[in-house]
């Protein structure tokens, strides 16, 4: 059975530095789609990123970048120029192209200070 | 687009009630999913459907809960008797394939 592994329960980042979220998952397959969620207080879940495992370049939306390594099994998610909004708890996720459901880490909660 | 829509968006009742949570998925998004999310437990995937048809109820907890959908634009999840350790939030999701993974707001479920 596919895994996610979060091992920071809780980041802090000042305003406008960067900060790495660490992901790691075990899965036999080959390939596969990774995912960054983002709860805010709100409790909304909100999609950051997504990455393809077929494709070798790192995916990157504005501010947010992924760092990954298929080899590893490694997903690390980077934040550039913190701001505040960026604070909330920050969920990896795995899914498999067959199939249909996500698998979840425990998440990192991602404190920024001013 | 409305987005996933969840009802209530708060439910406190007390021990032994039945509850119902209700989900409006996007049009289109032939799968739907079931997720409860708690601080000892984090997200679990309780049940999912694909074309109305449930693939997988593996998560669902106990006999308490069963979850339905009708149709394409309608599902519910229903605890019978409801159990103080049901207190969780349940998000419903809705997928057009795995590309695009939309949330519900949730449903924030308190039981006395």
């Known amino acids: 059975a596919q895994t996610v592994t979060q091992s920071q329960p809780e980041m802090s980042v000042q305003e406008a530095e960067t900060v790495t979220l660490s992901c790691t998952y075990d899965?036999?397959?080959?390939?596969?789609?990774l995912f960054w969620y983002k709860q805010p207080p709100s409790r909304q879940m909100i999609l950051v990123i997504r990455q393809e495992a077929y494709k070798q370049q790192n995916a990157t939306e504005n501010r947010f970048s992924v760092n990954f390594q298929k080899a590893a099994k490694s997903f690390s998610l980077k934040i550039s120029d913190s701001q505040l909004g960026d604070a909330a708890m920050y969920f990896c996720?795995?899914?498999?192209?067959?199939?249909?459901?996500?698998?979840f880490g425990a998440g990192t909660i991602l404190r920024v200070k001013s | 687009d409305a987005g996933v829509i969840q009802s209530p968006r708060h439910e406190v009742t007390e021990m032994g009630q039945e509850v119902t949570l209700r989900c409006k998925p996007i049009s289109g998004h032939n799968s739907l999913f079931w997720y409860r999310q708690t601080m000892m437990r984090g997200l679990e995937l309780l049940i999912y459907?694909?074309?109305?048809?449930?693939?997988?109820d593996s998560g669902m907890p106990e006999d308490r809960f069963s979850a339905k959908m009708p149709n394409a634009s309608f599902s519910t999840l229903k605890i019978q008797p409801s159990e103080p350790r049901d207190s969780a939030v349940y998000f419903c999701a809705s997928s057009p394939n795995l590309n695009g993974y939309t949330f519900g707001s949730g449903t924030r479920l308190t039981v006395v």
């Open positions: 899965t036999s397959e080959s390939d596969y789609y």
């Open positions: 996720a795995y899914g498999p192209v067959r199939g249909n459901k996500l698998v």
């Open positions: 459907f694909n074309n109305n048809v449930p693939i997988d």
